[in-house]
């Protein structure tokens, strides 16, 4: 999401990628994932947060995506893992695990080149077991999406070669060995999907074509992204097809095994020059969504919360008209509401692990 300008996200949060899409509404046969970020917070507030989304759209999604960084407690990671990934399955949902290699210790060398070395092999182990216990425990039929280290070619991760001595090969190698390593566990193709996902434009001085892990590492292709609007000093108002069609021609380019495409977060801010226009950005949605069509997108992530500008589409300071719930009069945008309404597919898959696994690997 964020510019080298600004970057410190550090915390849990939770992405929500709704119901199967059919794009009748835009006169084509197009099948996606639609979703939505909460907000940031306690995650049972969170999930509060997204069952009032849920009211508003009158529909549940059937993936919630969990943020988590590896330099939590041993305490916070099981509560992660077991609490809220578990808290997310019963309601009927599959996790995104979106998993921020984070490590606090500070040896010598990039950290893409440290983990690969086996630096934190216990560290690593924990979690590949933490993960397998958790698909393998109570009905033994859960599955998740896993995004580990994403938006590699941009500067405000520490995955994202910044250490001066960092390539883009030590964060492929890295890849490789998360994947390895989860590999060696009972977990199939059917119980994990892996999402790697870069910034929609070059950053940090490395395209993210040298970050590919390669076909045989990579289950769904991803591109992050947004109009910033007039927001920043920096940033002027961008379409959708601006913002992410360059990105997606290099990856589909890059990739050989036909992968999905994912968009894990974009959104739009309201902010034009001399003020805020609330009506655009409900137009710059309805744009994206055909544009989205247009692209094959399998599966798109809106972040539904106002951080450095107005993103939200949904209970946040502005929108394009309001609706009661909880007793409050929330602002929403109809624009948003109705690209949804148009597209989701509302009835749900009889396969009890919430997709099918066609569904589930973004498979027509």
Not at 76 to 97: C, H, N, S
């Amino acid at each position: 999401m964020w510019s080298s300008r600004r970057r410190a996200l550090r915390t849990m949060g939770i992405v929500a990628s709704s119901g199967l899409a059919g794009c009748q509404g835009f006169g084509r046969d197009h099948r996606m994932l639609v979703g939505v970020f909460p907000g940031e917070g306690d995650p049972q507030e969170q999930i509060r947060s997204l069952g009032r989304h849920e009211e508003w759209l009158s529909m549940r999604p059937p993936v919630v995506t969990l943020f988590t960084g590896t330099d939590l407690t041993e305490r916070w990671t099981r509560e992660r893992i077991e609490r809220a990934m578990t808290a997310v399955w019963e309601r009927g949902q599959i996790p995104l695990l979106t998993w921020e290699p984070f490590v606090s210790d500070g040896p010598e060398g990039p950290l893409e080149r440290r983990i690969h070395e086996g630096r934190y092999d216990g560290l690593l182990g924990e979690w590949t077991d933490l993960l397998e216990s958790w698909v393998f425990s109570g009905d033994q039929r859960r599955r998740f999406y896993f995004r580990p280290a994403h938006e590699m070619n941009g500067d405000w991760y520490p995955w994202a070669t910044v250490h001066p001595d960092a390539t883009p090969e030590d964060y492929v190698r890295m890849w490789r060995t998360l994947h390895d390593r989860l590999g060696e566990t009972a977990l199939k193709p059917t119980h994990v999907q892996w999402i790697w996902s870069p910034n929609w434009e070059d950053v940090g001085g490395h395209a993210a074509e040298e970050y590919y892990p390669g076909d045989e590492y990579v289950d769904w292709l991803g591109v992050d992204g947004y109009n910033w609007g007039a927001s920043q000093e920096w940033s002027t108002w961008r379409s959708a097809r601006e913002v992410f069609e360059p990105m997606i021609d290099r990856l589909r380019a890059l990739a050989g095994n036909d992968a999905p495409l994912s968009i894990p977060e974009y959104g739009s801010s309201s902010a034009v020059e001399g003020g805020f226009d609330p009506e655009r950005k409900d137009e710059w949605i309805a744009e994206t969504f055909d544009f989205f069509a247009d692209a094959d997108v399998r599966m798109a992530n809106w972040f539904d919360f106002d951080k450095e500008t107005d993103w939200a589409v949904f209970d946040g300071v502005r929108g394009t008209a309001t609706v009661r719930i909880d007793g409050e009069d929330r602002p929403t945008y109809d624009g948003y509401r109705n690209a949804v309404t148009e597209s989701i597919d509302t009835t749900e898959p009889e396969d009890p692990r919430v997709l099918t696994d066609d569904q589930f690997a973004g498979r027509r």
